[in-house]
């Protein structure tokens, strides 16, 4: 675990108390937590499920036809 001290202003400080009033949290440790990882899901770019990866690995061997243009596809399918 890692430890930081913080330097906060006051509003920042009641923002921390109500996110640990809301949530029921111990701590602010635990409500910067939770802001973290808010964060996270919603502005970074989250992993791919290792399920997903591979249902895309099986789609990239897949067997594909190139056509240069909607003429060449009607030809082959009618």
């Known amino acids: 675990m890692?430890?930081?001290?913080?330097?906060?202003?006051?509003?920042?400080d009641r923002i921390l108390?109500?996110?640990?009033?809301?949530?029921?949290?111990?701590?602010?440790s635990e409500a910067v937590a939770l802001?973290?990882?808010s964060y996270?899901?919603?502005?970074?770019?989250?992993?791919?499920?290792p399920e997903y990866i591979e249902k895309l690995d099986k789609i990239r061997k897949g067997k594909y036809i190139k056509?240069?243009?909607i003429e060449e596809?009607?030809?082959?399918t009618n």
């Open 35 to 37: 802001l973290v990882k």
């Open 67 to 69: 056509f240069n243009s």
């Open 40 to 49: 996270e899901d919603t502005f970074l770019e989250p992993e791919l499920k």
């Open 17 to 28: 108390n109500i996110v640990k009033a809301k949530f029921g949290l111990k701590n602010k």
């Open 73 to 76: 596809l009607r030809k082959i």
């Open 2 to 12: 890692v430890q930081n001290v913080f330097n906060l202003g006051e509003r920042e």
